[in-house]
């Protein structure tokens, strides 16, 4: 079954929990921000806010999904084992460090542990009007590449609203974007991160920080023996607001929210 753009907005205000009610397992953890499903077989979006699902921020390491298919398509890496060699200087991001991207590594466990540097050098790789016209192609995104610097989805004015991830993923999806089968299919391998009997999720999550607001992504779809849902949670922080919460509730809200919709 191919996607088509019928929007079914369900607000939840009837369903099996309220917008309201979805609403709250955000505010419980003293954070804002939202959840956007796309249930494949129905054709329904569901929103937790479809206010904040059309808002755009910066990606962050959301964007891993499209630079890995940049990477396989355009050689920016031979292939998805290729080594990259670590420079030996150690590596943080947001002030954290991160033992895994202090080691060479390659597309899949880039991938994997989020390694900023590896994707930078692809980046590097590719030139940016490539990147301006193939992800115009893909509808992903707003175009504005009006900052410089080799980092633009965690840095500038780059940005993508909750909507258009899962618009962006069901392409990817129905092999719909404008790369070749075998490099969409490694990308949706290495995207696996939790396989049961029942569900296979594949999926990338974000963070980065924006004018004094931490931004966490947790993007990616479920499949589950009859269906598939897509989905986008993004939170928002104020930076100097040390809120535990933040980075495990990209998961946990968007599984929460899940279990309410996910019968089988």
């Not at 929103?47 to 990606?59: I, M, R």
């Not at 949670?233 to 599984?255: G, M, S």
Request: charge should be positive.
């Amino acid at each position: 079954m191919k996607y088509t753009p019928i929007f079914i907005f369900t607000f939840w205000a009837i369903s099996s929990f309220g917008q309201t009610n979805a609403q709250n397992y955000f505010d419980s953890l003293g954070l804002k921000g939202s959840t956007t499903i796309y249930d494949y077989k129905n054709q329904k979006w569901m929103f937790t806010d479809n206010k904040d699902a059309e808002v755009a921020t910066l990606p962050a390491s959301t964007f891993k999904i499209p630079n890995s298919l940049f990477a396989l398509e355009y050689k920016a890496v031979k292939d998805e084992n290729e080594i990259f060699k670590w420079d030996g200087e150690t590596k943080a991001h947001l002030g954290n460090v991160v033992n895994a991207w202090n080691k060479d590594t390659d597309l899949k466990s880039a991938f994997k542990n989020s390694t900023i540097w590896f994707y930078v050098e692809v980046a590097k790789r590719i030139e940016r009007k490539r990147y301006k016209k193939i992800l115009k192609k893909c509808g992903y995104g707003n175009g504005n590449f009006s900052e410089e610097g080799t980092d633009f989805w965690n840095y500038g004015e780059f940005a993508i609203t909750p909507k258009n991830q899962v618009e962006f993923l069901i392409k990817l999806y129905e092999d719909r974007l404008p790369f070749s089968k075998l490099t969409m299919d490694k990308v949706k391998e290495i995207m696996i991160s939790e396989k049961t009997e029942t569900r296979i999720y594949r999926d990338k999550t974000g963070w980065t920080r924006r004018n004094g607001t931490d931004i966490g992504w947790w993007v990616g779809y479920v499949e589950t023996a009859d269906n598939v849902y897509f989905f986008a949670t993004r939170l928002l922080k104020d930076e100097k607001d040390n809120n535990p919460n933040f980075i495990v509730a990209r998961k946990e809200l968007t599984k929460q929210v899940l279990s309410e919709i996910i019968t089988k």
